[in-house]
């Protein structure tokens, strides 16, 4: 599963794709909102990782965008803000999640596979396909 980091924190972005690599992820890293906008018109995401605070272009911004473009990309927003009045925007302008800075790699990967089994129309969260079985939660594929 593909996920975009938008991120314009170094230290941070080399960290969230680090981390989200390990939890099973392929994580592709990008540092501005223009960027983030090129990449999801190019390429396809299981989900997107949202800063709000990004050179050139917002997060919020980027979002309305994406959402008035009728992208129903899963996206969370991962920022320092964290006032309720924020989080309250960040959802009303399309995320379908919202964490914040510092969290928890554990937590982040956990919402991400939520987010993306719901945006594929599946609640449990394992995947049967007849008598094949793929667990994304513990990598392991039963047959
Ligand atoms: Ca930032």
Redesign the pocket.
């Known amino acids: 599963m593909r996920i975009l980091i938008v991120?314009?924190?170094a230290l941070l972005g080399d960290g969230l794709r680090a981390g989200l690599k390990q939890a099973g992820f392929t994580a592709d890293w990008v540092r501005d909102g223009v960027s983030a906008r090129l990449a999801l018109e190019t390429e396809r995401f299981a989900a997107v990782v949202l800063?709000?605070?990004?050179p050139k272009l917002a997060g919020l911004d980027l979002l309305r965008q994406l959402r008035v473009a009728q992208d129903p990309v899963p996206v969370l927003i991962l920022?320092?803000r964290d006032a309720v009045a924020d989080r309250i925007a960040g959802l009303d302008a399309g995320a379908d999640d919202y964490l914040v800075k510092p969290c928890d790699l554990g937590e982040l990967a956990a919402r991400l596979r939520a987010l993306i089994r719901r945006s594929a129309g599946r609640a449990a969260p394992a995947i049967e396909i007849g008598p094949l079985a793929v667990d994304p939660v513990a990598h392991a594929v039963t047959y």
């Open positions: 991120e314009d924190d800063d709000l605070g990004l920022t320092a």
